[in-house]
């Protein structure tokens, strides 16, 4: 995995090296990152760097500073290279580097108030230093800054590479104003940020590639892991030579109504495709049918007495009275049970233990944190999703997998995992009831392994990179809906 540190953590780290006089050192490290990245960008897109056109937004702080030692090294490899000045003062001596290696300097200043012709001819000009460039480095705002961000409009078309962290995204947590650019490559010092791994900061970072700049010492324990796909080959659970099917994980999944028997449908077909070695379900009379013809190989349970080994419950239950009081004596069975959709709803914190695992989206989460006794919106949660998901896995004693952009997975006395290598094709109805029967079916096959100490967070971050690999396939298939989704978990 992925070791992730808040902005405030890196620029400790930071101001420890800097003030044993290795400030220096650092930015050249920087510099050196910054501009070797951009040329291999260069070369992926336009097949060389010499005579390519790159300008870079320059601001006050030692980003700036990065990004002018950075331009005066491509100047040197034959790029026409323009520094946008966005502010009064900029680093001197990355100035200073620039101008020597022959670089063009354009004075964007400061924005004046909307309408004022001061503001339009600043932007005139920034906006004409821009035309026929090749690619843009965003490089105004550093780790420490926080709000709004204004900058000249961009076209479409332009590559831009964000120098450590697109401009005005919070590197603590991935919050991000109006107005900032959307980079199709983050060259980012020293670490990983939180604040790339997690909402807005994650959809805007595009690929990251990291700097060494010999931080590492200094950075202590990391804020967060992001899961890769070798960590999930490694997670997933396998049943032994010897499995039979009861040995090899029985999962129990009350889901589905009269009023929605395709989730109880969605989540079954995932959870067989993943591998569980017997499905045992809790439906309506309604939904019995349509499952013994979707899956033939589940088994139909009367209620929460059925002999599992995991639960997954709420994906379509909605309100139906029977569905919702076996839903609750699943999750007072003290077996490991996903919890989701509408069984959320419900869910107090006086019902909640170690071996619950929870998948809210942010609207879920919200309820479930206002339910705690905590005042806070739904915005509040997308702003900063790894503090609420904090949150609530402490209140309701509990695994929290907050779904989202990125998909955050949370223990109450454990570690923080990120799985974001999801795609837009999971945001469709009935991709949560897909997790849920995935994530079952491992807590199922896991407990068939006989393995108790394996941590229920890391199997939850598994089972989102399973899913978001499971959207992959369907995009590549031309399937975009649930059901090929549910079908082609594990390759099926």
Known sequence: MINAYTGTQ??????????????????????????????????????????????????SGNNGGDALFAMA??????????????????HAEGM??????????????????????GRNRRWHRATEALNG???????????????????????????????????????????????????????TFGALKTGLTVGAGHLLSGRIEVVDIGLGPHLGEPDLFVMEGSDARRLFPRPEPSAQKYSRGVLGLIAGSDEYPGAAVLSATAAVNTGVGMLRTVATETVRPLLSQAVPEAVTAQDAEAHVQAWAVGPGIGEDADQIAATRAAISSGLPCVVDASALAGLSQEQGHSKLV?????GELTDLLRRAGMRLDREAVEQNPVRWARWAAVAYSSVVLLKGPATVC??????????????????????????????????????????STRSRVQLAAMSAHVHAEAGSRIVAERRPHAKALARSVNGR
């Open 410 to 451: 949370v223990a109450p006395d454990g570690p923080t995992i990120v799985s974001n290598n999801g795609g837009p094709e999971l945001a469709t109805a009935g991709s949560g009831d897909v997790l849920t029967g995935i994530l079952g079916a491992m807590l199922a096959v896991d407990c068939g392994n006989g393995s």
């Open 96 to 117: 200073a580097a620039f101008q020597r290696a022959g670089g063009k300097v354009v004075e964007a200043g400061r924005e004046g108030p909307a309408g004022s012709r």
């Open 133 to 187: 460039v090749d690619l843009v480095i965003d490089a105004v705002l550093g780790t420490g800054a926080r709000g709004s961000v204004s900058l000249p409009t961009i076209p479409d078309d332009m590559l831009v590479v964000a120098c450590d962290l697109p401009s005005g995204v919070d590197a603590d947590t991935g919050n991000a104003p109006n107005g900032v650019l959307q980079a199709d490559l983050t060259v």
């Open 358 to 362: 929870l998948t809210p989206h942010a």
């Open 73 to 90: 090294r491509l100047a040197k490899r034959g790029v026409a290279c323009t520094a946008i000045l966005m502010a009064p003062k900029v």
């Open 10 to 59: 890196i620029r400790a780290a930071e101001a420890h090296l800097v003030e044993a006089g290795h400030g220096p050192a650092l930015m050249r490290a920087a510099a050196h990152g910054l501009a070797q990245h951009t040329m291999n960008l260069l070369r992926e897109s336009f097949g060389g760097v010499y005579g390519a056109r790159v300008a870079a937004l320059i601001g």
